[in-house]
């Protein structure tokens, strides 16, 4: 196993554009997050699922973003209408077990720069 | 709401000199405490961990102490390698909110100078 693989790793889109990002957890994991990172900040929450249902999800999502992970498997973050405010590093992670102990894997995200 | 405050950074040292980061914390109940690093060019990596009170997490020569009554997880390493420049970030994860997921500082970048 690679890790957490993330597909783009970079983005550049127009102002009100579609775009859909993956996220490849490591195989075994049942939970899978995404996070938006801008620069000089740590990263931020967006979502989570446990294997395919999406139990959590921030108030920074906005109607504009959607999230699937079908089977429980791979993961797409979609943003629709994008505007320049949506410009960051989207990361994903993943883990395995139910406690808030646990480690999350990170991959290397994907940089979206909307002009 | 949970959240983690960092020393801001850049934090400049010479090499073998000895490194604090500054972490504490704000949560309900009780939390995990984190540090991930993330080197140039690479993905977070969990640099350590400590689950309960007082309890030390330690790696690659990096040491944390959860310290439940300063609500601090201070990083530190005795003699930090020109290596060892990274972004660090600290992290809280705390069910008893509900939340799973980790909820990071802002992170401090650390330049260790040969």
């Known amino acids: 196993d690679t890790g957490v693989s993330q597909d783009p790793r970079h983005k550049i889109t127009k102002r009100g554009q579609n775009v859909t990002f993956r996220c490849d957890p490591i195989s075994e994991h049942n939970r899978l997050y995404w996070y938006r990172q801008t620069l000089g900040q740590g990263p931020e929450f967006l979502t989570y699922f446990q294997n395919e249902a999406q139990l959590e999800k921030s108030r920074l999502l906005s109607d504009r973003f959607s999230a699937e992970r079908p089977k429980g498997s791979f993961s797409t973050l979609e943003i629709q209408r994008t505007e320049q405010g949506d410009s960051a590093m989207y990361l994903c992670?993943?883990?395995w077990g139910q406690g808030q102990n646990t480690e999350a894997f990170f991959g290397q995200g994907t940089r979206l720069t909307v002009v | 709401g949970d959240s983690v405050t960092q020393m801001e950074g850049p934090v400049t040292l010479s090499e073998e000199a000895f490194l604090t980061i500054n972490c504490t914390y704000t949560a309900t109940g009780y939390p995990s405490l984190f540090w991930y690093v993330q080197y140039p060019g690479e993905g977070l990596q969990l640099l350590l961990k400590a689950t309960k009170a007082d309890d030390k997490g330690s790696n690659k020569g990096f040491e944390a102490t959860y310290r439940k009554e300063t609500t601090s997880f201070h990083l530190e390493k005795g003699s930090v390698q020109v290596s060892d420049s990274a972004v660090y970030f600290c992290?809280?994860?705390?069910?008893?909110?509900?939340?799973?997921?980790?909820?990071f500082g802002s992170g401090t970048r650390l330049q260790v100078q040969p």
């Open positions: 992670a993943s883990s």
């Open positions: 992290a809280l994860s705390s069910m008893d909110t509900g939340r799973r997921a980790l909820t």
